[in-house]
């Protein structure tokens, strides 16, 4: 009963190297975001996916790029990494529901980044 | 657009006090309302949910009315303890759109 996996759980990273965060679910949901947390404040919405080969970008993009060739993976690409980026990146995914029904996001356990 | 206000933090209370967390939303249509609830480092994860005016969320003792005519959701427990202390967030969700989530409430109760 695995959910929403993310990898890794810590990293430290230098300023202007790259990393990739890895996303995986297996709820066979359609929809996947990945958020980021900054110390003491709330969500905020970097990018979704609403099923593979399309993904879109969310309110604070800039400085990230997502893929999504499988239902299962998200993976969320860092490039040139800056201070700014450091937080705690949270993956999670929901089903597409219909009209009338409810839905509900699942959250990894998040992966908690610094860059120095 | 859609968007949710919920009362600023931190909330510190006794053990065995009662806990109301004030939340409400704006959205057009009838939104789907949550609690999440984030462990000192953890994820989130769903306290509860309501998906019409007038249903009742419940989980672990925590209760939520979603009110539409006062376009709430605000989040009571009876009795808290200290393993709730936590950071709740509400958040709703509206068909064909992301899901919104509040700030977080964060609290602490003391034993």
């Known amino acids: 009963n695995a959910g929403v996996t993310q990898t890794p759980k810590f990293r430290i990273l230098k300023i202007g190297q790259s990393m990739t965060l890895q996303c995986t679910q297996d709820?066979?949901?359609?929809?996947m975001y990945w958020y980021r947390q900054d110390p003491g404040m709330g969500l905020k919405l970097i990018y979704y996916s609403v099923g593979a080969g399309i993904t879109d970008k969310g309110e604070v993009p800039n400085g990230y790029n997502v893929s999504r060739s499988t239902t299962e993976d998200f993976p969320l690409r860092l490039e040139l990494a800056a201070p700014s980026q450091t937080s705690v990146y949270f993956c999670a995914s929901s089903y597409s529901p219909g009209r009338d029904s409810g839905n509900t996001i699942y959250f990894g356990e998040g992966s908690w980044l610094t860059v120095v | 657009g859609n968007s949710v206000t919920q009362m600023e933090g931190p909330v510190t209370l006794s053990e065995e006090a009662f806990l109301t967390i004030n939340c409400t939303y704006t959205a057009t249509g009838y939104p789907s309302l949550f609690w999440y609830v984030q462990y000192p480092g953890e994820g989130l994860q769903l306290l509860l949910k309501a998906t019409k005016a007038d249903d009742k969320g419940s989980n672990k003792g925590f209760e939520a009315t979603y009110r539409k005519e006062t376009t709430s959701f605000h989040l009571e427990k009876g009795s808290v303890q200290v393993s709730d202390s936590a950071v709740y967030f509400c958040?709703?969700?509206?068909?064909?759109?992301?899901?919104?989530f509040g700030p977080g409430t964060r609290l602490s109760v003391l034993p």
């Open positions: 958040a709703l969700y509206n068909y064909g759109q992301n899901f919104v």
């Open positions: 709820m066979n949901h359609n929809y």
